[in-house]
């Protein structure tokens, strides 16, 4: 069967089939190194031999082999019961699967299996491409909260949904993990309830994960209509979320929140008085001058720097003669 191999990869493919466990491991392991493509159909037999440890090397094996042929035998190893058979096969998948294997990625996703669906909906994420949206859809109402977390954020990575009604259904989702990955699904929608929700997530949500990702997906909307919830954001007793709400007041600027924003440059975090220094420098309003010389002295090397950047774009807009 090996006659065209030179007689290095035919002692160890021979010692491949040998019933001792331990040969079968030291001879996975000199296929790995010798990473010889004729090693590729008894290395996929290999991923069913009776040893955990052998599989698990094989599959090592195959990933460095990197031959896109190993891509189905691969995908039955994530139905291993082993969990670092599984996890390996993921990474192997994650560097071989392209466009190309998108059907077979979606026969093997409608299998009734947790941990093959888990990772398929990993894998397509890598694959942009609108097809696999009726399939992923159904797992929005899985009954595993990881299987509706991991299909919204597949969702998100597809980026070409801009309204889906199961998903804005999500924000309300009894896990956190669900409602934190629809928060920033939501960013990428248009439907008309997004903004409405992301602001009552920001305010009123439990979770303060599910708040800051709010937070950062208004500041993709840049709506008008999130002001009024980026006052209670701002005093939000989690510095991430404190952080964001003043990003969106970055892209959305607007004269009510200079208070607010001066108040900020004293904030307990870092970050919250270098993006306060920003959105300040955005505004342009001469009355946040004093703050923003007192924040030249800011323990904190970026938020002085961009104190001084903000006060040079005060005083530049005041040298330029009218300014909004």
């Given at each position: 069967?090996f006659?065209?191999?030179?007689?290095?990869l035919k002692?160890?493919?021979?010692m491949?089939?040998?019933?001792?466990?331990s040969?079968?491991l030291?001879?996975?392991?000199?296929?790995?190194?010798?990473?010889?493509?004729a090693?590729?159909?008894?290395?996929?037999?290999a991923?069913?031999d009776e040893?955990l440890a052998?599989?698990?090397?094989?599959?090592?094996?195959?990933?460095e082999?990197a031959n896109?042929?190993?891509v189905?035998?691969?995908?039955?190893?994530?139905?291993?019961?082993?969990?670092?058979?599984?996890?390996?096969?993921?990474?192997?998948?994650g560097?071989?699967?392209?466009?190309?294997?998108?059907l077979?990625?979606?026969?093997?996703?409608?299998?009734?299996n947790?941990?093959v669906?888990?990772s398929?909906?990993?894998?397509l994420?890598?694959?942009?491409?609108?097809?696999?949206?009726?399939?992923?859809?159904?797992?929005l109402?899985?009954k595993?909260a990881a299987?509706?977390?991991?299909?919204v954020t597949?969702?998100?990575y597809l980026?070409?949904?801009?309204r889906?009604?199961?998903i804005?259904?999500?924000?309300?989702?009894?896990?956190?993990?669900?409602r934190?990955?629809?928060?920033l699904?939501?960013?990428?929608l248009?439907?008309?309830?997004?903004?409405?929700?992301?602001c009552?997530?920001?305010?009123?949500?439990?979770?303060?994960?599910v708040r800051?990702?709010?937070a950062?997906?208004?500041?993709?909307?840049?709506s008008s209509?999130a002001?009024?919830a980026?006052a209670?954001?701002?005093?939000?007793?989690h510095?991430?979320v404190?952080?964001?709400?003043i990003?969106?007041?970055?892209?959305?600027?607007?004269?009510?929140?200079l208070?607010r924003?001066v108040?900020?440059?004293?904030d307990e975090?870092?970050?919250?008085r270098r993006?306060?220094?920003?959105?300040?420098?955005?505004l342009?309003?001469?009355?946040?001058?004093?703050?923003?010389?007192?924040?030249?002295?800011?323990?904190?090397?970026?938020?002085c720097?961009?104190?001084q950047?903000?006060?040079?774009?005060i005083q530049?807009?005041?040298?330029?003669?009218?300014?909004?």
């Amino acid at each position: 069967m090996f006659a065209d191999t030179d007689s290095e990869l035919k002692q160890w493919l021979d010692m491949l089939g040998s019933p001792e466990i331990s040969d079968r491991l030291v001879a996975v392991k000199a296929l790995q190194h010798l990473g010889d493509e004729a090693a590729l159909q008894p290395l996929m037999t290999a991923l069913q031999d009776e040893s955990l440890a052998v599989q698990k090397l094989a599959v090592t094996a195959l990933w460095e082999l990197a031959n896109e042929n190993a891509v189905p035998a691969l995908l039955r190893c994530l139905e291993s019961p082993d969990a670092e058979i599984r996890q390996e096969a993921l990474s192997a998948l994650g560097e071989l699967v392209t466009p190309d294997h998108l059907l077979l990625l979606l026969d093997v996703l409608q299998k009734d299996n947790f941990h093959v669906q888990i990772s398929v909906l990993t894998l397509l994420r890598k694959i942009h491409d609108a097809q696999f949206l009726p399939y992923v859809l159904p797992l929005l109402e899985a009954k595993q909260a990881a299987l509706r977390e991991a299909a919204v954020t597949t969702l998100r990575y597809l980026n070409q949904v801009e309204r889906c009604q199961p998903i804005l259904a999500l924000m309300t989702d009894s896990d956190a993990t669900v409602r934190r990955a629809a928060a920033l699904t939501l960013g990428h929608l248009a439907d008309e309830q997004v903004v409405s929700l992301l602001c009552q997530a920001l305010t009123s949500d439990a979770d303060w994960q599910v708040r800051r990702n709010a937070a950062q997906s208004l500041a993709l909307h840049a709506s008008s209509d999130a002001l009024p919830a980026l006052a209670t954001a701002l005093e939000d007793e989690h510095w991430q979320v404190r952080k964001f709400a003043i990003q969106v007041i970055q892209k959305t600027p607007d004269e009510r929140f200079l208070p607010r924003l001066v108040k900020a440059l004293t904030d307990e975090s870092s970050d919250v008085r270098r993006d306060a220094a920003i959105a300040l420098g955005i505004l342009k309003n001469p009355a946040a001058l004093n703050a923003l010389q007192q924040a030249l002295d800011d323990p904190d090397r970026d938020v002085c720097i961009y104190a001084q950047r903000a006060i040079q774009s005060i005083q530049e807009s005041q040298g330029g003669g009218t300014h909004a």
